[in-house]
């Protein structure tokens, strides 16, 4: 069965400064996709970044970026100029192949980002 | 604007009640999805359904049920409600497999 571990529960950084938060998943597929979600305190799931697993080039949207490394299995995410309204909690999901799911997500158990002025 | 839409975002129930949470899309997406937010877990899948008539069930499906007779709603059914269903559920659509999964608002149960 695939997992998605995020091995830190709880983060912080300082305004403006960069943080990364890290995210593994096991798999025995090739063709994939790989999400970070941010849920702030009002509860909605905000998609930060998304990344296809056959794309070796790491996805970028503004101040988030990935740090994708399909062998060891590892997705990070990389924070930078923090502000802070990036506080929040963050999750990793990781999306099977088409065929028997049409778009399940699998999510980590979350990391929850501070952000100190 | 389409949305994704959940009533009623809080409810407290009593324990074997049924409980029925209300889930309505507007995007006109063809897939649909319960999760379960619970600390220390993350979001866990309840059940899924691809289309019309067509319902799946998930990780933790275990004491909920839903139907789909329409592209717009998925409710979701507590047949007995426990306490170990206390949690924050999500409801959730998508066009397809490569569409974004659009998420709602949530709804906090309380099962006392």
């Known amino acids: 069965a695939q997992t998605v571990t995020q091995s830190q529960p709880e983060m912080s950084v300082q305004e403006a400064e960069t943080v990364t938060l890290s995210c593994t998943y096991d798999t025995s597929e090739s063709d994939y996709y790989l999400f970070w979600y941010k849920q702030p305190p009002s509860r909605q799931m905000i998609l930060v970044i998304r990344?296809?697993?056959?794309?070796?080039q790491n996805a970028t949207e503004n101040r988030f970026s990935v740090n994708f490394q399909k062998a060891a299995k590892s997705f990070s995410l990389k924070i930078s100029d923090s502000q802070l309204g990036d506080a929040a909690m963050y999750f990793c999901?990781?999306?099977?192949?088409?065929?028997?799911?049409?778009?399940?997500?699998?999510f980590g158990k979350g990391t929850k980002l501070s952000v100190k002025p | 604007d389409a949305e994704i839409t959940q009533s009623p975002r809080h409810k407290i129930t009593e324990t074997g009640r049924q409980v029925t949470l209300a889930c309505h899309q507007t995007w006109n997406h063809n897939n649909m999805f319960w999760y379960r937010q619970d600390l220390g877990h993350g979001l866990r899948l309840i059940h899924y359904s691809y289309g019309v008539q067509d319902t799946n069930k998930g990780e933790v499906s275990d004491g909920y049920s839903v139907s789909r007779s329409n592209t717009e709603d998925l409710p979701l059914t507590l047949e007995s409600a426990a306490s170990s269903q206390t949690s924050v559920y999500f409801c959730?659509?998508?066009?397809?497999?490569?569409?974004?999964?659009?998420f709602g608002p949530g709804t906090r149960l309380t099962v006392t």
């Open positions: 990344q296809e697993a056959y794309k070796q």
């Open positions: 959730a659509s998508s066009l397809g497999y490569l569409g974004e999964q659009y």
């Open positions: 999901a990781y999306r099977p192949p088409p065929g028997g799911s049409q778009g399940n997500l699998i």
